[in-house]
Each structure stands twice: as structure tokens, then as C-alpha cells.
């Protein structure tokens, strides 16, 4: 037995824990767009009024979002990241937004925000302070939570800096969790408990699942293809820990989509989109939507990809094979198709010819005795109907990724 087939088996096999947080939340991967990785912490408006963190910026992102067919290709969530609050709490203990750079407040924002049928996201830390150094719940769950929910807020990004121990990250997360549910809101709640536990011990997935509607595993993502590459390698070497965790309602958060900024090219680009559908990834962007070339738009937009992240089976794919340059990564989906890519990871040369030999692959049974193929990157193309022993060329450009769905036909 190869090993890709061993991994195969022993990933079907898993149990998967079947309780996620209870509260009708996230039954496919959020979609949206998060500040961060953009804007990080400009909080210098009187030098670049445009790019800094303030609540235009968030009002102009919505108004993109609907203006330019984001909210119609499914992205739903308008999310602030650190950098948002004043140093200090209100008179009341209650977080307050920076009065010079949100002075209308959050809770107009998110009216803003719902009436363009959007949702608002908010971000906050399980400990002290924020990672940015502003106020952190750490000793004032309750009280976060409910300003959230009186504030209209439909998202939380807890993140994990400035615990005192990191034995109280368990606690503080499900202390939120449950502030949140006492709000009787249904508030999208985004944690870092697992990223921030690695270091010391393996997470408990079942607990987090439990609490969590998605989670961080690895460190921030950058605009580059180091990054993305080493989340993806990062997921691939945990798959077995993690993978059984995804499902309708609590998923693995491999960061944010940096599409349609700086550092990738458009292969890149198109396998940063093709992979995060294959992980059932939160597709959270960070990009300025005032200024994104059309190319990236359209990929971002691309309804075939986005149908892969939100296949209502909800099982994350993994990485089945890895040879000659070429990685092959599987994920079933439901009425019994299965996608797959190719990535290929050599950074020199030109495009590469992948040979697809549906009788060898891990799950080979999708195409026996017939199947109906059809390519979504990097174009649309119709393969038509296949059988086992078909060998289908896929031509795939350096760091570049060709995604394809199969599709079984019965035996008459
Ligand atoms: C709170 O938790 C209960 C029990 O798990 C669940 O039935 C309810 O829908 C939750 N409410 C919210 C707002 O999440
Ligand atoms: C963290 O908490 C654990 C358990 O309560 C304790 O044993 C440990 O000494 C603490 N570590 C630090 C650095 O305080
Ligand atoms: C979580 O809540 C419990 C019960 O109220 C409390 O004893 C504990 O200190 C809290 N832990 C943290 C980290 O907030
Ligand atoms: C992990 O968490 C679950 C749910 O809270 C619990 O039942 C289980 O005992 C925990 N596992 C370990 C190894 O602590
Ligand atoms: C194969 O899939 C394509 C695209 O969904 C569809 O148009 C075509 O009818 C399918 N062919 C068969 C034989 O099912």
C-alpha cells in the first residue's frame, strides 16, 4: 500500500467530533474581508487619511462590497481587526472605540453595515491587552460580550497575546464562548486558542471545536509565497490533528486571503484561492477593494472555486501526494464527487505537464467505472466524461495550481 493511500484510508477512518459550538453558526466557511493584513495598526490618519484604521474605511469597504458583486459571490462579513479601541475603558469598565478615529462609535457602523444586508466583525484578546497593546478581555468577558451584542456586532476575533499563563488560554476562550451564548446573539466567534497553545502543548480539537466556529493554527499570513507556502506545508504536516476537526459549524483558519495586493503573482494567486477552497478555509480577505486589479477580483469572485470552499459536506481536503515537484491534494464533497488539485511547486522552468492517471489515485473509485471531469483553474474547461484508465494531461505553471472536480456516473 502506497502511502498516500495509507493516509487516505486512515483519514477516512477517523472519527470526526460531531458537536460543534451550538450556535447555528458558520455551517460553511465565513466568508469577508478583515483589515489586517492590508492596514495593520495605521493609525495615523491626519498622514494617510485613506488607509488608516477608521470607520470610513470600513463604510467604503462595505460599499464596495456590495457595489462590485462581493456580497452576491458570498462575501458577507465586514471585519475590524486590532488597533480599533481607545486605551482606555469607558467609566463603566466597557471597551470604547477610539473617539478620533470612530466618532460615530461601532454600534452606527454596524447599523451602516446591516442596512447593505453585511455583517460587522470586531476583534478583541483573550488576555490583558491586545497584541497591538490596547485593552484585552482577559477578566471581562461578560461585559466585552455584551457591549458586542448591544453594539449589533455579528463576529468575534479573539486573539490569544498577553495571557499571563498559557494554561488560562482553554479557560479564557470557553469563558468568551459562553459569554457570547448568554448575549443571545449569534456572534461568529474566531479564535487563536490553538495557535497560541502549540508551543506548549497539542490543543484538545474536540474542546475547541466545541467553542470555537473557526480557529488559527499557524502564524499570521503575509503577502508572499513563503507565507502562503508555509501555512499550507504547516496544514499538510498537521492533517491528521486537524482535519478531523472541520465540519459544518467550526472550522481550521488558515489566515486571511492576501489576493490582489502585492506579493503574489497570479499563479500564485490562483493557488492561494484553489487551496484555501480545498482546506474549507474562512475566506477572509485583506485587500483594499477601492483599488484590486480585475484579475484578482474575478479569481476572488470565481463561483466554481467558491462552490468548492462551500460544499455543504463541510470535510477539509488534505495533501495525498507529493512528488517530482508536484503535490496532489483531495477533498470529497458531497452527492459523492471529489475535488483535487495539483500544485506544483517547482520555481523554475516553465509549465509543467501533470499526468492524471484516474486508476492510480487515492481515491480512484470516484472514477470507477466512469466519471465526469471538469477543470475550474486555471480555467474553466469541460474534460468530459472519463473512465479509469484515462490519462488526463494537466498543465500546470510554476507555484501555479490546476483544480478539478470529479463527478461519478452510475453503471446503467
Ligand atoms: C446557547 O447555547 C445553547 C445550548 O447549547 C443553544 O441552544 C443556543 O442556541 C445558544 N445561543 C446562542 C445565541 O448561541
Ligand atoms: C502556569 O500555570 C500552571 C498551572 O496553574 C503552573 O503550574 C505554572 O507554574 C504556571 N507558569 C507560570 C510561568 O506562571
Ligand atoms: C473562567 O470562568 C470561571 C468561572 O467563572 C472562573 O473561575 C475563571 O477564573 C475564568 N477564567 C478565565 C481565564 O477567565
Ligand atoms: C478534550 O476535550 C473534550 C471536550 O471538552 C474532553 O471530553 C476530553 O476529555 C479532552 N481530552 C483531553 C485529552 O484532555
Ligand atoms: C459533465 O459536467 C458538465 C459541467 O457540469 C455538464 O455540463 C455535463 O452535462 C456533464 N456531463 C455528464 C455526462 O454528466
Redesign the pocket.
Known sequence: MSQAVAVALLLSLTVRPSRPLDNGLALTPTMGWLHWERFMCNVDCALEPDNCVREELFMQMADRMVEDGWKDAGYEFVCIDDCWPARQRDAQGRLQADPARFPSGIKKLANYVHAKGLKLGIYSDVGTRTCAGYPGSLGHFETDAETFADWGVDLLKLDGCNVPNWTLLAEGYKNMSKALNQTGRGIVYSCEWPLYEWPYTQP?Y??IR?TCNQWRNSGDVYDSWSSVTGILDWAASHQKTITPAAGPGGWNDPDMLVLGNFGLSYDQQQTQMALWAMMAAPLIMSNDLRNICPRSRELLQNPHVIAVNQDPLGRQGVRVASAAGFELWERPLSRDRLALAVLNRQEIGGPRLFPLVLATLPSSSYCDPRCNVTQILPEYRELGVQDLFSKLLLQVNPTGTALITLTPLKKH
Request: proline residues 0%; without cysteine.
Open positions: 484538545n474536540t474542546a466545541d
